[in-house]
């Protein structure tokens, strides 16, 4: 009994570094068919990744956070006084990721919209 209890500990303690090193590995190299943009760390546990697709140019949108994981596309970008803001569609819902604010380059905010009304921002920071 001792010993199949010793080999699940180890499985663990062996499982857990490979999946904590297999996440900070995955995030550089998550789309090889895209480049990189915009990644920023949030308030609340959100972690945004924008790319751009080599071929198509389209921009993709890539968050982890505590509510799961979100992969959206075909989102579009604009510059608003001096900021550049990317936005995504899903449904009924709006993801608006500001890179940078008017008083800080390494700064941004994270604006989710449901029916065009604001439901969510958090501050962030370029990562």
Same mark, same amino acid.
């Given at each position: 009994?001792?010993?199949?209890?010793?080999m699940?500990t180890?499985?663990l303690?062996?499982?857990?570094?490979?999946?904590?090193?297999a996440? %900070?590995?995955?995030?550089?190299?998550?789309?090889?068919?895209?480049?990189l943009?915009?990644?920023?760390k949030?308030?609340g &546990?959100?972690?945004?990744?924008?790319?751009?697709?080599?071929n198509?140019?389209?921009?993709?949108?890539?968050?982890?956070?505590?509510n799961?994981n979100?992969?959206?596309?075909k989102?579009?970008?604009?510059?608003?006084?001096?900021v550049?803001?990317?936005? %995504?569609?899903? &449904?009924?819902y709006?993801?608006?990721?500001?890179?940078?604010?008017?008083d800080?380059?390494?700064?941004?905010?994270?604006?989710?919209y449901?029916?065009?009304?604001?439901l969510?921002?958090?501050?962030?920071?370029?990562?």
């Open positions: 009994m001792n010993f199949i209890k010793l699940k180890s499985a303690l062996l499982a857990l570094p490979i999946s904590i090193l996440n %900070f590995c995955l995030r550089a190299s998550a789309d090889s068919t895209a480049a943009i915009l990644s920023t949030c308030q &546990g959100y972690n945004i990744n924008i790319w751009q697709n080599y198509s140019r389209e921009l993709l949108y890539r968050a982890t956070s505590p799961g979100l992969s959206l596309g989102g579009t970008s604009q510059a608003t006084e001096g550049r803001v990317y936005k %995504f569609r899903s &449904g009924i709006e993801y608006w990721v500001w890179d940078g604010t008017l800080n380059a390494q700064s941004g905010t994270l604006e989710v449901k029916n065009k009304r604001i969510m921002k958090q501050a962030c920071t370029k990562s």
